[in-house]
């Protein structure tokens, strides 16, 4: 089968587009596929050689030239469309035909320029190569209430977007897309505001080595990835001299992949870790082998995030500290605590976004560090039964009808197969109509 790895994200070595260009594309050909992985046309070389990918859509996926507060979300979206759609029709004349085009983290301006594209190309969707569209930032709408009783509002303008697409491009060729999210969660969402259905898959990211932490020496903390405002970075200055102050048993490595991003914040770290030995601050990227070294330095691994953010979003980081087998911290009420009790409880949570809670959260965990560890490797050990690059892509390759039957789906359904909800055998499947 050959198979469109498409990535208008796919640009630098921070964050999860690098992490997933370099392994997806990989699990693929594992396969037996062929693969053509294109990202943005300002794909670094190192990344090129890497994941075998060529430089070549003209539009990033996050932002665009207008930044205007009122409406340069709208304008950007529509640029975006018109040029990512155009590139598609290079893309297939170029490279193509393929028989599944897979669109990684796309927002609502991809979803668009793939049906914008099959309806200009094809006389009708059965006509059309098989598409899967992994949804991978948030919807941008706001829940209220839980299970059937649930109702969302719109929290912000993706949301209207993701609607928008779902009208414009028709229900005839939204059928032809597989829609993929990583959480029960935010399935659920996605098949409210695109009224089609939403598949859980397994998590892609590849799996690091598992081992027990037994730590001969003080205790390692891992402040890890990409930071962002959403992931609490402002915060660390404030919460580490308290975690600091309070267990003089351990150390913390602070880690930002981004080197140009929250560079005021980072510099709060910078002055505190020249005064303070045990505290570590590094600031480069790190994907695979490296990526993989600094997770196994840490005996736990915080992640101080918005629990409005992460209500109904994935990490990345997560899945990767569980299947390592290191103890987690993470907002309660949030997919991410969700994961940790579906994994048999190996972490901790905070119920408020500030660095008292963060730090009391943190020191939770050192003081339970020997339950939460043996919790955190059997969790590993059942994590990579489910998970990973392999069974990510495999799943893919079933949610759009290319392996096995595919039965029709209901107006806004949700079907939970292999995400965080069914981690430990759970199976959920909620209608809406």
């Avoid at 979803?111 to 094809?122: C, D, P």
């Avoid at 020496?217 to 962002?228: A, E, M, T």
Wanted: aromatic letters at 8%; hydrophobic letters at 45%.
């Amino acid at each position: 089968m050959r198979i469109l790895y498409a990535d208008s994200g796919l640009r630098s070595l921070e964050g999860h587009h690098a992490s997933s260009g370099v392994a997806l594309p990989a699990a693929f050909r594992r396969l037996g596929h062929d693969v053509t992985v294109l990202g943005h046309h300002e794909l670094l070389p190192v990344l090129q050689q890497k994941a075998g990918a060529q430089p070549f859509f003209r539009f990033f996926t996050y932002g665009g030239p207008s930044e205007d507060p009122i409406a340069g979300w709208l304008t950007n979206f529509a640029a975006a469309v018109d040029v990512t759609m155009a590139d598609l029709g290079r893309a297939w004349v170029k490279f193509g035909p393929f028989d599944l085009i897979y669109f990684n983290s796309a927002k609502p301006a991809q979803i668009a320029a793939l049906g914008l594209w099959m309806k200009a190309t094809f006389a009708h969707p059965g006509m059309a190569p098989a598409i899967a569209i992994e949804l991978g930032t948030e919807a941008g709408l706001v829940r209220s209430g839980t299970g059937q009783t649930s109702t969302f509002s719109v929290r912000e303008p993706t949301a209207i977007l993701y609607r928008h697409v779902a009208e414009r491009v028709g229900k005839p060729w939204l059928a032809r897309m597989a829609f993929l999210a990583m959480t029960p969660a935010a399935a659920e969402e996605y098949a409210f505001i695109l009224e089609a259905p939403v598949t859980v898959v397994p998590l892609p990211q590849p799996l690091p080595p598992l081992r027990r932490r037994h730590p001969s020496g003080p205790l390692v903390v891992g402040l890890l990835g990409h930071q962002r405002p959403d992931k609490g970075w402002q915060l660390a200055a404030d919460f580490v001299p308290l975690l600091l102050l309070r267990h003089p048993e351990i150390q913390i490595v602070a880690h930002q992949s981004d080197p140009s991003g929250m560079i005021e914040d980072t510099e709060r770290l910078r002055a505190l870790a020249a005064r303070e030995p045990r505290l570590e601050l590094l600031v480069q990227p790190a994907i695979h082998e490296a990526w993989f070294a600094l997770l196994d330095r840490c005996d736990i691994v915080a992640l101080p995030y918005d629990p409005a953010r992460y209500e109904g979003a994935y990490s990345a980081i997560v899945g990767e500290a569980l299947a390592a087998g290191a103890p987690v911290v993470v907002p309660a009420a949030t997919t991410l605590s969700s994961a940790v009790e579906a994994a048999g409880g190996p972490g901790t949570t905070f119920s408020r976004w500030n660095a008292p809670s963060i730090a009391a959260a943190i020191g939770e965990a050192v003081d339970r560090f020997d339950d939460l560890a043996e919790r955190a490797h059997h969790a590993g050990l059942a994590w990579r039964e489910k998970h990973g690059p392999d069974r990510f892509v495999t799943a893919v390759i079933e949610a759009a009808g290319l392996r096995g039957a595919v039965g029709t789906a209901q107006r806004a359904n949700v079907i939970i197969k292999r995400g965080f909800g069914n981690l430990f055998g759970w199976r959920v499947r909620v209608s809406r109509r």
